[in-house]
């Protein structure tokens, strides 16, 4: 029963997880092609960053999450062994895109912070900083992950046919947590606590419209919190089977199936809700669906004009 549930769930992960890659690379390519064939101005530049950023580290992580669940499933069917030192790496180059993709989200917070608190720091908000700053995180995160490498906790799971850190070690699996996003998050906090306590302070010899700028900036820090607490909220299961594996000293059978089930969910939802909460992207989009709805032919126009009369 346990197996079929399992099965069940990998080929679901599965499924969600190629049509949320499909959507996140065509609004990528989207993007880039706005980007680059339009003349925008430093802050849109630097919001079109942003969301190259997010949604280059979602398709390339939900990626690596549908070939281990497409290879539990053919595992499953055929019994085929996929362990190798590609896998390995795999294993380790999961959590490290995860962790990715909440420094994404604290990216854009900071641009925030800088617009709101130091205006005048005119290189806080350049849009090279915004380009090399993801590299930067990228390899802190590949030099922080890279410790489960080292003392071999990378393993190769034999009923789930790849690799992957055992829930089981829970040491391991805390310290990926931590650098996954408990850095991410206390960052975060501290942007959204330090604007808060600046706007408070402000004094009425502020502009109307600098109040208001800063304002809008203050709401879409709330709104990537917003999509940072439905990416927490969709951990929660896997830091239930954490604790249980941490008690009882043993993994539950549906732990990387629920496990990657949720993760798939939360991919799909940061496309979702990036569109929504940005208007730039959100106006990009809808511009490229107004552009390809279906016009009549002045043929057919011409037909209905006559069958009027």
Same mark, same amino acid.
């Given at each position: 029963m346990m197996n079929q549930i399992a099965f069940v769930l990998c080929l679901t992960t599965f499924i969600i997880c190629s049509l949320t890659c499909l959507f996140s690379c065509a609004i990528l390519l989207c993007v880039i092609h706005h980007l680059y064939h339009n003349r925008l101005q430093q802050k849109e530049r630097i #919001?079109?960053?942003?969301? #190259?950023?997010?949604?280059?580290l979602v398709s390339a992580y939900i990626t690596i999450v549908a070939l281990f669940n497409i290879r539990t499933v053919l595992g499953t069917l055929y019994g085929h062994d996929f362990n190798s030192s590609w896998c390995t790496f795999l294993g380790y180059l999961a959590p490290v895109l995860i962790g990715g993709i909440y420094w994404a989200f604290v990216n854009q917070a900071f641009f925030r912070l800088c617009r709101v608190v130091y205006p005048t +720091? !005119?290189?806080?908000?350049?849009y090279q900083l915004y380009i090399i700053l993801p590299f930067v995180e990228l390899m802190l995160n590949c030099i922080l +992950? @890279?410790?489960?490498?080292f003392v071999h906790d990378v393993v190769y799971l034999p009923k789930d046919y790849y690799c992957f850190v055992p829930f089981t070690n829970v040491y391991s699996m805390l310290w990926l947590v931590f650098n996954g996003y408990g850095n991410q998050i206390g960052v975060l906090s501290f942007i959204y606590i330090r604007i808060t306590t600046f706007l408070r302070r402000q004094t009425n010899i502020q502009t109307r419209i600098v109040r208001q700028r800063q304002e809008r900036d203050f709401l879409i820090i709330r !709104? #990537?919190?917003?999509?940072? &607490?439905?990416? #927490? @909220?969709? &951990?929660?299961?896997? +830091? &239930?089977f954490? +604790?249980?594996?941490?008690i009882t000293h043993e993994e539950h059978p549906l732990t990387f199936p629920i496990f990657w089930f949720f993760i798939s969910i939360s991919m799909m939802s940061i496309c979702l809700l990036t569109i929504i909460f940005t208007p730039q992207l959100k106006k990009i989009v809808m511009k490229i669906i107004q552009h390809n709805r279906v016009i009549p032919t002045n043929g057919s126009l011409i037909a209905s004009i006559q069958t009027r009369k």
């Open positions: #919001i079109i960053i942003h969301c #190259i950023n997010i949604y280059s +720091m !005119r290189w806080l908000q350049s +992950m @890279s410790l489960v490498l !709104r #990537i919190l917003l999509v940072v &607490g439905v990416l #927490i @909220s969709l &951990g929660i299961p896997a +830091m &239930g954490l +604790m249980m594996a941490f």
